[in-house]
C-alpha cells in the first residue's frame, strides 16, 4: 500500500431535514473545489429548536484529501 499524505479542513454542513444531510451537503461542497476527499471525522452537532421542534441542524466536521502530485490532479 503506498504511503499519502493528507490535508485536513474543518467545515459545518447545515440541514433542516438531518445531521446525515448536514454531513452531505459539507462533503458535497467540499467536492465542487477539492480531488482526493477520502474520509470525514464528525466532531460537533448542533440544532437550533424553535417552539418546541427541531429547527436546523449544524454538523461540524473534519475531510481529508489526499495532497496529490501535479500528474494525478492533471487526470
Known amino acids: 500500500m503506498p504511503s499519502n499524505t ?15 444531510e448536514a454531513i452531505k451537503t459539507a462533503v ?3 467536492a465542487e473545489t477539492l480531488k482526493g476527499l477520502d474520509w470525514f471525522e464528525v466532531q ?5 429548536i ?7 441542524f449544524q454538523v461540524d466536521l473534519k475531510i481529508g484529501f489526499r495532497v496529490m502530485s501535479g500528474d ?3 487526470g
Open 6 to 20: 493528507y490535508k485536513v479542513i474543518e467545515l459545518v454542513g447545515t440541514s433542516d431535514v438531518g445531521v446525515t
Open 28 to 30: 458535497d461542497k467540499a
Open 44 to 48: 460537533q452537532i448542533r440544532g437550533h
Open 50 to 56: 424553535d417552539s418546541q421542534k427541531i429547527q436546523w
Open 72 to 74: 494525478e490532479l492533471k
